[in-house]
């Protein structure tokens, strides 16, 4: 059985100009020490899922369909309570802004103490900072700096000590939202092997959100390509990027440079994102594709089967 099942997922905002279904019939499902990446440009839904993983959603969103089954239980049928039970301990998350996450006033240590407290009641506060102890040496800081202030702290390491946050519960499933953002091209290399390396010794399942699709090969066994709330092909790393079949996908291929190159020329889509408040039926890459008919426009596309672990949302494979 999948550790998680994403069946379905649709979630929308409130917004003063009407309601933005930011997330539209996403599914997709994740093995016990498998990792995901979620792939695409900004305002796809990528984060949008990630916080409805962990029950985090801003109260102007919306569930307004799907399930999110982990370990077999429906965590959209939790209570308020009880998701704060799952979240840290069962899932937890490595948000974007490093920078931000941490609380400037207290010591990094006791942070992450507090975290592994909030869960075990039963020890004590000596023994949750000689666990701290141990997550910095998993992510690479010195033990010795376990008593600074985040200001202290160079903007990698305080990744790292996201990342030892994330791990303080021993959760199996951890969702790192575009971890290397603001990050110099060194330290980044830096912080995909620390989190490579975590994720090989503890066995934990990973959910790997980023726009930057070579990132997510680098870290990723599955990748799902997301465009306007949807997503829009899904298979192994290996299979989406020898065999890209989704228009988008191909873009985003053919948009990075890479050093085997005989040119620098970089291809583009035309054209803006669909308006996802006002979101008409037929494909919503339709306008900037350019294999798009008539029938693409006007009729909702169906998941095609590729192999048995590819597919993709376009018609022309019908």
């Not at 919503?284 to 009729?299: G, H, I, K, T, V």
């Amino acid at each position: 059985m999948a550790l998680l099942t994403v069946e379905n997922l649709s979630v929308g905002y409130h917004t003063r100009k009407g309601f933005l279904k930011s997330v539209q019939g996403v599914s997709f499902s994740l093995a016990e020490g498998e990792s995901l990446g979620l792939v695409g440009e900004s305002g796809c839904g990528k984060t949008t899922i990630g916080m409805c993983l962990m029950g985090l959603l801003p109260e102007n969103a919306v569930v307004t369909g799907g399930k999110i089954l982990f370990e077999g239980t429906d965590l959209l049928q939790l209570s308020k309570t009880e998701i704060r039970r799952v979240r840290w301990k069962k899932i937890a998350m490595i948000f974007q802004a490093a920078m931000n996450a941490l609380n400037p006033v207290h010591r990094v240590g006791e942070q992450i103490a507090e975290a592994i407290l909030a869960h075990h009641a039963d020890i004590s506060e000596e023994t949750a900072m000689k666990q701290v102890e141990s997550l910095f040496q998993v992510v690479g800081i010195p033990p010795d700096r376990i008593n600074d202030y985040p200001h202290q702290y160079s903007g990698g390491m305080k990744q790292r000590a996201i990342i030892a946050m994330a791990l303080s519960c021993n959760p199996p499933l951890i969702i790192a939202d575009e971890p290397t953002t603001a990050l110099d091209v060194i330290v980044q290399d830096q912080i995909l092997n620390a989190i490579k390396d975590f994720q090989n010794k503890l066995n934990v399942s990973l959910i790997f959100i980023s726009h930057d699709i070579a990132v997510v090969a680098d870290v990723c066994d599955s990748i799902g390509i997301m465009f306007a709330g949807q997503l829009v092909e899904y298979g192994t790393v290996k299979d989406v990027f020898n065999a890209p079949m989704h228009p988008y996908t191909q873009t985003l291929l053919a948009s990075y440079l890479t050093l085997d190159k005989d040119t620098v020329h970089l291809n583009s889509n035309p054209g803006e994102t669909p308006d996802l408040i006002n979101a008409t039926a037929g494909c919503r890459f339709s306008e900037r594709c350019a294999f798009a008919d008539a029938d693409c426009s006007l009729n909702t596309p169906e998941w095609i089967e590729i192999s048995p672990m590819h597919k993709t949302l376009c018609s022309r494979f019908k």
